[in-house]
């Protein structure tokens, strides 16, 4: 998969990743609407080109107060990342290139504010989604909000997403109704942080053909169990 090429759906209005982008930048405005005052931190695990975050940031009243990290592992992508960044003068939003998936990226950042984790569940395990669910408590503040996105087909694991972050203490905010074409959740975290573990990898990065190929080699699998990771 060309990652960078990837992006380019972004530039297709009637595409379900443009529509998916617009959800996904209106939870992020009403996330930095609704923070507290005082300094903010953001964390964007595969980060791709920031257009998640960055757009929004651009113009929103908070944008000073934000400091912000973006995690990419496609140089391509991170270089455009930055040069997003720059020219909109967001001094303090840093991309790194390294894997988003190793805990050691974000441990002077957490817990944050806003936790942007896009991209990531249509092309991980379902075991894997779970399990970086269980992380979440750790990199993401009380009152903290976390947005995320799946895909809806079938079979449609957001349902099940959002029981795996009720059992590790969030509350649902918004998610896109299944007719929308793409997934877009946004939850709140209502319990207290806890220590962020050192030298974990939350998740193996598949890809979503991969996993298409999986499943039509693989029995059904279910996954059981409290939510927590290993």
Do not use: K
Request: hydrophobic share 40%; net charge negative; with cysteine.
């Amino acid at each position: 998969m060309d990652w960078n090429e990837w992006h380019d759906e972004y530039d297709r209005p009637d595409s379900s990743l443009a529509r998916r982008l617009v959800a996904v930048q209106e939870r992020v405005r009403a996330a930095l609407d609704a923070a507290p005052a005082g300094p903010l931190r953001v964390i964007s695990m595969c980060a791709g080109q920031g257009r998640d975050l960055i757009p929004v940031l651009a113009e929103h009243p908070r944008r000073d107060d934000v400091r912000a990290r973006l995690v990419e592992l496609d140089p391509a992508n991170c270089d455009l990342a930055r040069s997003a960044a720059a020219a909109a003068g967001l001094g303090r939003v840093e991309v790194v290139e390294a894997d988003a998936s190793l805990t050691e990226e974000y441990a002077d950042l957490a817990p944050a504010n806003l936790v942007l984790a896009c991209g990531i569940f249509g092309n991980i395990s379902d075991d894997d989604v779970r399990r970086t669910v269980g992380f979440f408590p750790q990199l993401c503040a009380e009152g903290g909000t976390v947005v995320w996105t799946r895909h809806r087909e079938e079979p449609d694991l957001v349902p099940r997403i959002r029981t795996w972050f009720e059992e590790n203490g969030f509350a649902l905010e918004w998610v896109s109704p299944p007719q929308a074409g793409y997934g877009v959740g946004a939850h709140r975290f209502t319990g207290r942080p806890r220590p962020l573990a050192a030298g974990e990898s939350m998740f193996r990065f598949l890809g979503h053909d991969e996993l298409r190929r999986a499943a039509r080699t693989s029995p059904p699998t279910t996954t059981e169990g409290s939510g927590e990771h290993p």
